[in-house]
């Protein structure tokens, strides 16, 4: 059931400020690993009104599963679809005398990800305020800061937060080692560039719109679905995986499919464009040729051109659920994103075209050796 989206039309402009809507909404919401809560939310309240089944497993993953309708199957054939929640953030490793909390990576961010700038201390009792600082740049080399930061290259233990609380008080608000930072509310809002928009963490909630997107669309044609669809929307993925090979373990369906955001790089010959990403492999291993080939094909099959991209620097929940043998087989398919991991960019339309594919993908899965 192939369906095109390049045309506007008043249903894919209504479409495209739904989509809009949603994603503001999900970038708005705090999600470091393994502290997904309001994320979390989210996407129960809005995936749930699409599906059969809906529940939070005890890994923190959000499920939500749509049956296939197309034929009876004595036994069910089902597919496994994983966008993360989870957004790159930090963690408290010490707090100072003077109540400075010194942070490090919590999944593969870098100081540079972020700049200096106002951040969320997610206490266990309070969120509070602080400003990630690399110091003052009217320094000399010789400064306690280093020569890192005068050069450009920051590291962790170049950086601080300023907090302006003592010890005593950031304990009573239950700030410690192992808090979460989290870039503040303050600079989360999305920023509209002409025919993009731009904001931090599009990694991954542009993929989990995407996702949502195609739950409803499915919801509507259940008939022509041969195959059940789990929906997962995994925790912690920018560290372990660990939401991702939890689910692996438990539902059924040995073929996976992770949506993503994907780097817009000539290493890649990955362009700025709606046209989805088809990851053939990364650093964890390649995927699953047949499904490679059925999602280029699904994405055609939408009037689109699939970009064929090697991801070496790259890994997703299905290459991890792949490379651990949880999952017979896996793909991945991705928006096209620019600075990935920082304040990152995708073109109105590349949240459609994703699940546009998707969809048409899920629709012509046939299982067993070929889809």
Same mark, same amino acid.
């Given at each position: 059931?192939?369906?095109?989206?390049?045309?506007?039309?008043?249903?894919?402009?209504?479409?495209?400020?739904?989509?809009?809507? =949603? =994603?503001?909404? =999900?970038?708005?919401?705090?999600?470091?690993?393994?502290?997904?809560?309001?994320?979390?939310?989210?996407?129960?309240?809005?995936?749930?009104?699409?599906?059969?089944?809906?529940?939070?497993?005890?890994?923190?993953?959000?499920?939500?599963? @749509?049956?296939?309708?197309?034929?009876?199957?004595?036994?069910?054939?089902?597919?496994?679809?994983? %966008?993360?929640?989870?957004?790159?953030?930090?963690?408290?490793?010490?707090?100072? %005398?003077?109540?400075?909390?010194?942070?490090?990576?919590? &999944?593969?961010?870098?100081?540079?990800?972020?700049?200096?700038?106002?951040?969320? @201390?997610?206490?266990?009792?309070? @969120?509070?305020?602080?400003?990630?600082?690399?110091?003052?740049?009217?320094?000399?080399?010789?400064?306690? *800061?280093?020569?890192?930061?005068?050069?450009?290259?920051?590291?962790?233990?170049?950086?601080?937060?300023?907090?302006?609380?003592?010890?005593?008080?950031?304990?009573?608000?239950?700030?410690?080692?192992?808090?979460?930072?989290?870039?503040?509310?303050?600079?989360?809002?999305?920023?509209?560039?002409?025919?993009? @928009? %731009? #904001?931090?963490?599009?990694?991954?909630?542009?993929?989990? +719109?995407?996702?949502?997107?195609? #739950?409803? *669309?499915?919801?509507?044609?259940?008939?022509?679905?041969?195959?059940?669809?789990?929906?997962?929307?995994?925790?912690?993925?920018?560290?372990?995986?660990?939401?991702?090979?939890?689910?692996?373990?438990?539902?059924?369906?040995?073929?996976?499919?992770?949506?993503?955001?994907?780097?817009?790089?000539?290493?890649? &010959?990955?362009?700025? $464009?709606?046209?989805?990403?088809?990851?053939?492999?990364?650093?964890? &291993?390649?995927?699953?040729?047949?499904?490679?080939?059925?999602?280029? +094909? %699904?994405?055609?099959?939408?009037?689109?051109?699939?970009?064929?991209?090697?991801?070496?620097?790259?890994?997703?929940?299905?290459? #991890?659920?792949? $490379?651990?043998?949880?999952? +017979?087989?896996?793909?991945?398919?991705?928006?096209?994103?620019?600075?990935?991991?920082?304040?990152?960019?995708?073109?109105?339309?590349?949240?459609?075209?994703?699940?546009?594919?998707?969809?048409?993908?899920?629709?012509?899965?046939?299982?067993?050796?070929?889809?």
């Amino acid at each position: 059931m192939p369906v095109p989206h390049r045309e506007t039309t008043p249903s894919t402009s209504s479409q495209q400020e739904t989509i809009s809507a =949603l =994603l503001a909404q =999900l970038l708005m919401a705090r999600g470091p690993g393994g502290q997904e809560d309001e994320v979390r939310e989210i996407c129960l309240k809005t995936i749930t009104p699409h599906c059969d089944e809906t529940w939070v497993d005890a890994a923190g993953n959000v499920i939500g599963l @749509i049956k296939g309708q197309r034929e009876v199957i004595e036994s069910r054939r089902a597919v496994r679809v994983m %966008a993360h929640m989870d957004e790159i953030a930090m963690v408290v490793k010490s707090v100072d %005398a003077d109540g400075t909390l010194r942070v490090t990576a919590l &999944g593969g961010a870098n100081p540079v990800n972020f700049g200096m700038c106002p951040v969320d @201390i997610l206490g266990d009792n309070e @969120i509070i305020p602080g400003v990630l600082s690399f110091g003052s740049m009217h320094a000399t080399q010789n400064a306690p *800061q280093g020569a890192d930061v005068l050069s450009g290259d920051v590291h962790w233990n170049d950086v601080h937060v300023v907090t302006r609380t003592s010890p005593s008080v950031l304990s009573t608000q239950g700030v410690r080692p192992g808090t979460r930072v989290v870039l503040s509310r303050h600079w989360r809002k999305p920023f509209r560039v002409r025919d993009a @928009i %731009a #904001a931090h963490f599009l990694d991954d909630r542009a993929s989990m +719109a995407a996702v949502i997107d195609s #739950a409803r *669309q499915l919801s509507h044609c259940r008939d022509d679905l041969a195959c059940d669809v789990y929906f997962v929307f995994t925790t912690s993925e920018e560290e372990s995986n660990a939401g991702a090979m939890f689910a692996s373990t438990t539902l059924p369906g040995d073929t996976t499919i992770a949506v993503e955001v994907g780097p817009v790089m000539d290493e890649y &010959g990955t362009r700025l $464009s709606i046209d989805p990403i088809i990851n053939t492999g990364d650093e964890k &291993g390649y995927y699953t040729r047949e499904v490679v080939t059925s999602l280029a +094909a %699904a994405a055609k099959a939408c009037g689109y051109s699939p970009q064929y991209a090697l991801l070496v620097d790259f890994a997703s929940d299905a290459s #991890a659920v792949l $490379s651990n043998g949880s999952s +017979a087989k896996a793909g991945c398919l991705a928006i096209p994103t620019e600075n990935t991991h920082g304040y990152e960019l995708i073109l109105d339309g590349a949240i459609q075209a994703c699940s546009a594919t998707l969809c048409q993908y899920l629709i012509a899965f046939q299982g067993g050796g070929n889809e």
